[in-house]
């Protein structure tokens, strides 16, 4: 067989697979030749530039900005929503929509879902979030205190209730503020059975939710009494924190900010995040931008759901 002959029987199998759609096996049987033969010819259709394979994404992707923070920040994944402009109102329904079909598509059997629950990001995927009817045997368990300010406590504990009805699995609570005054009353929560019960899960969470915090607390956290006072936060201004998950700061680097505060914060720690399989970060706005790029570059989490705006930023942003 020429070389001429060999490219035109390349040729041929190739419209075969990718233009009529034959198997392989259907190709083999039909051209007499062994079906290693016939995945060989197909590989060297490529190299020959024989076929030429591309992808076209839909409007309202953006698989470019996505490849870009993976690959600066050595993500496990990305993904970038598509907003319409960018306002926070906006790209916090645009993030929820994507997280809400991320989860339906990736959640696992048995899977332990710890969640931050003062985040108006994470109530937009409850929101969005379609009943998913397979057994899933989830746990949903609550990231961080939820007592505090009656009307907004609500926020916290629906959440929880709701997310674990859609995921069809059972809710675990964390009756406690998500900061208290001191490290002794710290302590006599502590000395709760269900109290001990939650954060003792948070060592078997599989999957994380979570928001990503300024040093500026949100309008809902502030609300509901769960952070820390102005002559605090200034202290820890002073000590180079940025941003915040779970109510524990990290500095520019992404580096955990060691200070007395943590004693006083229910919520699960920088360790037990960044050893997650999955953490998922859920997050945007450019006022929220370095706050993600630290939490990116710390380890904090490592799957970012982020919009096309603050995404933009990011990859722009300064090594």
Not at 90 to 110: F, K, V
């Amino acid at each position: 067989m020429t070389q001429l002959d060999e490219l035109r029987l390349i040729a041929k199998i190739s419209r075969l697979y990718y233009e009529r759609n034959w198997t392989q096996p259907d190709i083999a049987d039909r051209l007499q030749l062994s079906q290693a033969t016939v995945s060989r010819m197909l590989k060297r259709a490529r190299r020959e530039g024989i076929v030429r394979i591309t992808v076209t994404p839909p409007s309202g992707a953006y698989p470019d900005m996505e490849d870009c923070l993976q690959q600066r920040y050595n993500m496990r994944d990305v993904v970038v929503a598509e907003s319409e402009d960018e306002s926070e109102e906006e790209a916090i329904r645009a993030i929820g929509a994507a997280a809400a079909y991320y989860l339906e598509t990736t959640l696992e059997q048995d899977e332990v879902i710890g969640v931050s629950s003062w985040s108006s990001t994470l109530g937009a995927i409850v929101r969005s979030l379609r009943h998913v009817s397979r057994q899933t045997n989830a746990t949903v368990v609550q990231a961080l205190g939820g007592m505090g300010n009656p009307s907004a406590e609500y926020h916290a504990n629906n959440l929880v209730r709701q997310l674990s009805y859609l995921v069809n699995g059972k809710p675990i609570f964390l009756p406690a503020p998500a900061v208290v005054a001191s490290q002794e009353i710290r302590e006599s929560f502590l000395r709760d059975s269900f109290v001990r019960e939650t954060i003792n899960m948070f060592d078997k969470v599989t999957l994380g939710l979570v928001g990503i915090g300024c040093l500026e607390p949100s309008r809902l956290l502030k609300d509901s009494g769960n952070t820390f006072n102005p002559e605090e936060l200034e202290s820890l201004a002073a000590t180079g924190a940025i941003g915040d998950i779970c109510l524990h700061f990290y500095n520019a680097a992404g580096e955990p900010i060691s200070s007395g505060f943590d004693n006083r914060v229910f919520g699960m720690k920088y360790n037990q995040l960044k050893n997650l399989k999955r953490c998922i970060g859920v997050a945007g706005g450019k006022r929220k931008a370095q706050s993600i790029h630290a939490a990116m570059k710390g380890g904090w989490i490592n799957i970012l759901i982020t919009d096309r705006f603050t995404a933009r930023y990011l990859c722009e942003m300064p090594e």
